[in-house]
């Protein structure tokens, strides 16, 4: 994948390589949120695969993921389940979720709610290489509207606040890999 494809603009790059994390809300129709994040790994992508693929230890390693189940495997085709907690300090909620999950081999990671807490929850992980620097910037982007009544404004809040913890576990966990 070029950078075209990735979205990340030559001055989000630099931030990234400058250890920033990338986050971006938007307001979609029907009360949904639309959020994109990004993360620059010093790995290559075979150890961010590894660890975003690592679906039966997902809640070891991520916040706010309490239970992550492959359920079947098809090819490149993947049933996901998941449990997590979602939500701001008393009013914190337990979500459940079955994900169909489309693998692109260390380039793209696609899914889709087909049951669950949420009316909207789908989504994307990108891995594009920097080959220069035998790394790799990360990307996710999701469209997110909760079944349960949240504001689309307490929504983004909480995607505010738990996306770069998201993307720093899976950071770490790839970097530590790529040492071992």
Do not use: C
């Not at 993947?78 to 939500?87: A, F, M």
């Not at 914190?92 to 696609?110: D, P, Y």
């Not at 669950?116 to 790799?136: I, Q």
Request: proline residues 5%; glycine residues 6%.
């Amino acid at each position: 994948m070029d950078r075209e494809q990735s979205g990340i603009s030559p001055s989000q790059e630099r931030r990234l390589l400058q250890g920033d994390i990338l986050i971006d809300l938007a307001f979609l129709a029907d009360d949904t949120i639309g959020v994109k994040g990004s993360v620059f790994i010093d790995a290559p992508p075979e150890a961010v695969w590894k660890a975003l693929t690592d679906y039966d230890n997902l809640h070891r390693t991520l916040p706010k993921v309490t239970a992550s189940r492959l359920v079947e495997r098809n090819g490149s085709e993947i049933i996901l389940d998941q449990t997590g907690k979602t939500g701001i300090f008393i009013f914190e909620k337990t979500v459940n979720f079955r994900l169909l999950v489309k693998e692109e081999h260390l380039k793209r990671i696609a899914f889709e709610q087909t049951s669950g807490d949420f009316l909207v929850y789908r989504g994307s992980w990108l891995l594009l290489p920097l080959s220069e620097r035998k790394s790799t910037i990360l990307s996710y982007e999701a469209s997110i509207k909760p079944a349960f009544f949240a504001p689309p404004i307490l929504v983004s809040f909480v995607q505010r606040q738990d996306l770069p913890g998201i993307l720093k576990a899976h950071k770490q966990r790839a970097e530590k890999a790529s040492i071992a």
